[in-house]
């Protein structure tokens, strides 16, 4: 896209008196000299020319989860981020605001990417994650045999919560002090008292 063709939006925008919402995939990880991805509409023009642009972006930490970072406002100043999720074709937005924009996203992502310890242990939650989809595939599972089977399978604990919070696992237990289960979202509970914001 020419600068010439940037410059017709904008008068057109102008006559109308409407906003213009431009939405396109990123195709390289390249930074611009302004900071942001020059290539994030397939041209740098698209970006110099907007008001504002905004990012969506995979979660650094939680791959099932997306981020949505300001990358540049000529308006105001940037604002927080907000991160959701997809669960069975709902949007789910969380209520907690990112302190991060565009820019420090990617600085932070090319930093991962060239620690070879970082890759290996993201490639280890995607295999606990995997494997604790399966194994709660029938239904809701104890805890404690959920663990046991962790260990014989090698995995740490603190890999098995960050696979749990991937899934988006729920928790419930039984009536009379039972055994805390685990279950994947939306599989009903078995269990008496439903309680999803503990990890038993």
């Not at 008001?51 to 972006?57: A, N």
């Not at 300001?70 to 907690?96: D, Y």
């Amino acid at each position: 896209m020419s600068p010439l063709c940037v410059a017709l939006l904008t008068e057109l925008a102008t006559t109308l008196g409407a906003a213009i919402l431009i939405v396109a995939n990123s195709t390289s990880s390249r930074i611009g000299r302004t900071g942001y991805r020059c290539d994030t509409i397939g041209h740098e023009e698209f970006a110099n020319g907007a008001r504002s642009v905004l990012t969506i972006v995979q979660e650094l930490e939680f791959a099932e989860r997306r981020q949505v970072l300001p990358v540049k406002s000529n308006l105001c100043e940037n604002r927080a981020g907000m991160s959701f999720s997809i669960r069975k074709g709902v949007v789910e937005w969380s209520s907690t605001p990112i302190p991060m924009t565009g820019e420090e996203y990617f600085t932070r992502a090319s930093e991962k990417l060239k620690n070879p310890l970082v890759r290996e242990e993201c490639s280890e939650v995607d295999r606990v994650t995997n494997w604790q989809r399966e194994r709660l595939s029938r239904g809701e599972v104890a805890s404690v045999l959920v663990r046991m089977d962790a260990v014989e399978n090698e995995i740490a604990y603190s890999t098995l919560r960050r696979a749990f919070c991937r899934l988006g696992c729920k928790t419930s237990k039984a009536g009379g002090g039972g055994p805390w289960h685990w279950r994947l979202p939306g599989q009903v509970a078995v269990s008496v008292e439903d309680s999803s914001g503990e990890l038993g």
